[in-house]
């Protein structure tokens, strides 16, 4: 290797090691501003996913909670109320639109009084619950008209939004009860079907202090018994 070889190498072997800190000497970077630490990150031009301001005077989007809520049922000022009596129950309807209480004629509510002639008080089941049995939430919202005719309770009333509620009950042995619940569109125009709960009544657990683990429904199909 001559010379002039041996000075080229040399020099690129310096530069190699040197080269940042020479260019700090010819071209040095200016400091970058400091930020306070809740401040918004500075835009860089041309910056494709920056996010885009909202319009003017536009709500922010309300919360969705997932908490579900029933309406109490409808309140009346003068309420009506019918009965169908069977051997062993007694079933009381109300104008607000469902059943309000059964009463278990057979089984006596003091049974420590035995069967005497004070002990009057029977099981009433649904008693004092807000709630009416077989009423739909969301769509009851006007008195009904009961009429009650050889056992058989049909209860009519039309809704603020204009559909026709037709319930009809009626009483069967061994504590039975068949209920038809039917909603008619009486307009030409279609109507909003608002989202509906129906209610089926109350529920406790069957061992003391809330412990039992199994919730669910039953009910008869027509053909065969379900449950959930």
Request: proline share 10%; glycine share 8%.
């Amino acid at each position: 290797m001559d010379r002039t070889a041996i000075i080229v190498v040399s020099i690129c072997v310096i530069l190699l090691f040197t080269w940042q800190p020479l260019l700090e000497i010819i071209s040095p970077t200016p400091p970058r501003p400091l930020q306070p630490t809740n401040a918004p990150p500075a835009q860089v031009a041309g910056q494709t996913n920056a996010p885009a301001a909202g319009p003017l005077g536009q709500a922010q989007p309300a919360p969705v909670s997932n908490t579900t809520t029933v309406q109490p049922p409808v309140v009346l000022e003068s309420e009506k109320l019918v009965s169908i009596p069977t051997e062993d129950s007694i079933y009381t309807f109300t104008s607000a639109g469902g059943l309000k209480t059964v009463a278990l004629t057979r089984h006596k509510a003091k049974p420590c009084n035995g069967n005497g002639s004070d002990n009057h008080d029977v099981i009433l089941m649904n008693n004092g619950i807000d709630l009416l049995v077989f009423s739909l939430d969301g769509i009851d919202d006007s008195e009904f008209d009961v009429v009650a005719d050889r056992g058989i309770v049909t209860m009519v009333s039309t809704n603020q939004a204009g559909i026709r509620i037709t319930k009809e009950f009626r009483a069967a042995p061994n504590y039975l009860l068949h209920s038809t619940i039917t909603l008619t569109n009486p307009k030409t125009e279609p109507l909003e079907l608002p989202q509906r709960k129906l209610m089926l009544g109350t529920a406790m657990p069957l061992q003391a202090g809330g412990r039992y683990p199994v919730w669910g429904a039953q009910w008869h199909n027509g053909a065969d018994m379900e449950d959930i």
